[in-house]
C-alpha cells in the first residue's frame, strides 16, 4: 500500500484514501468526512483500478468526484527502476487526478527537458536510464505538475519542484512502486503538507539543510562501515550493492558531521582489496570542507580506518 491508494475497510463499507506510512504496519486512512484516522494494514484492503470494469452498474465516483468524495490528491513519485547499476526513470501518478507535467534537469547551469506527458490517473511515464556509477553527475530534477479533474471540485494548485538527490537517502528509499508494482528507489515528489502551492523540499542538497534538524542527532566520531554492521542480511547483496550502502553511509555521516560542526571523525573501512579505502580517499580529496585526513591509529585500526580533520 502507498500514499494515494484507495482502500477499502475490512469490516465495514466505508473507504478511504491512504494519506500517510506511519510504519510497517499502520497506515492514516482519510475517510469521506474528512476526518483521518490510523489504521492497521491489515484491516484494509486495496482498491484496484480495474474494479469499475467488473461492477457496470456502479458510479465512478473517481471521474465524477463532488467535494464530498475523497481523492487521492497526493502519490507523485519519482521511481529509479532497474537491475544492478543500471536504473530506469519513471513518472509515478498515484493520484485521482489527470496530470499535466514536465520533468526537465540541470545540469551545471544547464537545462534539459527530458519529456512532457499528460497522465491519467494511476498512470506512468518512462523517462531516462541512468547509471548508477555517474549518481554524483544525475543532476538536478525540475519537475512541474498541473491538476485536472471532471467535475465539481476544489481547485488544486500545481507546483515547480527542483530535487537533487542525495546518496544516504537515495539508497535507503527502495520500496513497492505504485501502479509499476515492483522493487525501485522511490521518491515521492509532492508532500503532505502543501504552502501555496509550493511544496517543502523533502530531499535537499546538504548547503540547503536546516541545522536545526541535527539538534536531536546522535553524534558518532567512529562510523563503522564493515557491511555487517550496516546489513543483517547482508550475504545476498552482491559486491557493487555492498560498496553502494557503505558508501552512502560514510557521505550521510561526513554531510551530519559537517552540518553539526565536528571538529574530526573516524571511518572505520577495512583493508580488504584496498576499494572502499581508496574510493572514500577520492571524494574527501575533491571536498573544500575537508582540512586533512590520514590513517587513524594504526595502534588500533591498522590501516583500516581513516580519520578526517574537518576545517
Request: proline residues 2%.
Amino acid at each position: 500500500m502507498n500514499i494515494g491508494d484507495r482502500v477499502r475497510f475490512l469490516h465495514s463499507r466505508d473507504e478511504g484514501i491512504i494519506r500517510k506510512l506511519i510504519d510497517n504496519h499502520t497506515v492514516e486512512v482519510e475517510i469521506e468526512d474528512g476526518f483521518r484516522i490510523p489504521v492497521i494494514k491489515r484491516e484494509l484492503v486495496a482498491i484496484a483500478s480495474e474494479e469499475k470494469h467488473l461492477f457496470d452498474d456502479k458510479e465512478d465516483k473517481r471521474v465524477n468526484a463532488g467535494p464530498e468524495q475523497v481523492l487521492a490528491s497526493e502519490g507523485l513519485y519519482l521511481a529509479f527502476a532497474g537491475p544492478n547499476a543500471r536504473l530506469t526513470q519513471y513518472f509515478i501518478n498515484n493520484t485521482d487526478y489527470t496530470i499535466l507535467c514536465t520533468i526537465g534537469v540541470e545540469t551545471s547551469g544547464t537545462y534539459k527537458g527530458l519529456g512532457a506527458h499528460l497522465l491519467k490517473p494511476k498512470q506512468a511515464a518512462q523517462l531516462k536510464s541512468y547509471n548508477m556509477d555517474d549518481f554524483e553527475h544525475w543532476g538536478t530534477f525540475v519537475i512541474q505538475v498541473l491538476y485536472h479533474l471532471d467535475g465539481g471540485h476544489l481547485l488544486k494548485e500545481g507546483f515547480t519542484r527542483k530535487t537533487k538527490l542525495k546518496a544516504s537517502t537515495f539508497h535507503i528509499s527502495k520500496a513497492k512502486v505504485p501502479v509499476l508494482n515492483q522493487e525501485a528507489y522511490l521518491i515521492q515528489i509532492d508532500a503532505e503538507h502543501v504552502n501555496s502551492g509550493k511544496i517543502t523540499e523533502k530531499f535537499s542538497t546538504p548547503n540547503q539543510g536546516n541545522k536545526q534538524d541535527f539538534n536531536n542527532m546522535k553524534l558518532e566520531r567512529e562510523v563503522d562501515l564493515h557491511i555487517e554492521k550496516l546489513v543483517k542480511e547482508h550475504q545476498k547483496l552482491s559486491p557493487h550493492e555492498i560498496m553502494t550502502i557503505q558508501l552512502a553511509t560514510f557521505q550521510k555521516h561526513l554531510e551530519n558531521a559537517l552540518a553539526i560542526g565536528m571538529h574530526d571523525i573516524i571511518f572505520i573501512h577495512g583493508i580488504g582489496n584496498g576499494t572502499l579505502k581508496n574510493e572514500i580517499h577520492k571524494k574527501l580529496s575533491k571536498n573544500k570542507d575537508i582540512k586533512f585526513f590520514q590513517d587513524a591509529h594504526k595502534e588500533k585500526f591498522g590501516f583500516g580506518a581513516t580519520l578526517v580533520q574537518i576545517t
